[in-house]
């Protein structure tokens, strides 16, 4: 049996990047076919967190040498975990949106050239740091539901806590560089985008698998070490 202890993640930022692009480059065809499933899957309510969570556990497969098919995007096992979490958001933006809307009856009544109130202004740039540190903080939940099996979604969050301690900017500037690899694919008329937009999930999944190895052990393996002494 697998077990997890959750402990601050040593973060390889490079290794990473490194590690995904050769990946990518060795599987392309595999991954991409898979990637636009994942895609596909996002079109389908309520359904686009579990496309891009089983398309971590194809990466995880077919690294492994594992038979894999692309249609193992749309296993629906994990389907409730992340139903959870995206109702928790759908919930965590109406609340951040009702204090706009009762802003909106103050604002019609001011004069445009005055520009935004300095309060208005000040909410948003406190959301909009919220937004970043919950999302930071909560990195390795999809590492942690699609790899680690963990269904709970308040335990899945605690243990991302646990994990990103200490690696909060680390995590913010690898999600910064990845994403403009990602939009480089625009530069090149769109055509670099079926190799870019694959390349930030296939780092986010190498970044995924090291931090569940550094976690995770196996209690059966452990038991028979501990036998053979």
């Not at 967190?49 to 296993?75: E, T």
């Not at 300095?118 to 999302?135: E, K, N, S, T």
């Not at 999944?205 to 002494?229: L, P």
Request: net charge neutral.
């Amino acid at each position: 049996m697998v077990k997890i202890n959750a402990k601050p993640v040593n973060f390889k930022l490079g290794d990473y990047i490194s590690n995904g692009f050769d990946f990518l480059k060795n599987n392309f065809g595999d991954v991409f076919v898979a990637f636009l499933l994942c895609m596909i899957m996002g079109i389908i309510p309520f359904c686009g967190f579990l496309g891009i969570g089983n398309f971590y556990r194809y990466c995880r497969d077919l690294r492994a040498g594992k038979q894999v098919s692309a249609g193992d995007i749309f296993n629906f096992d994990n389907f409730m975990p992340y139903f959870i979490l995206q109702l928790i958001l759908i919930g965590g933006v109406m609340l951040i949106y009702i204090p706009m809307i009762a802003m909106m009856p103050l604002m019609a009544d001011r004069d445009p050239s005055a520009g935004l109130p300095v309060f208005f202004i000040m909410y948003v740039l406190a959301i909009y740091i919220a937004i970043i540190i919950v999302c930071l903080k909560g990195f390795y939940m999809p590492a942690l539901i699609s790899l680690g099996g963990i269904t709970d979604i308040k335990t899945a969050w605690k243990m991302s806590l646990t994990m990103t301690k200490g690696n909060l900017l680390t995590i913010f500037l690898y999600s910064l560089v990845v994403s403009i690899l990602a939009q480089l694919g625009i530069i090149a008329c769109f055509i670099g985008l079926i190799f870019t937009l694959p390349l930030m999930y296939v780092c986010h999944y190498f970044a995924y698998e090291d931090a569940m190895k550094q976690v995770t052990y196996d209690e059966i393996q452990e038991i028979g070490i501990k036998n053979e002494f």
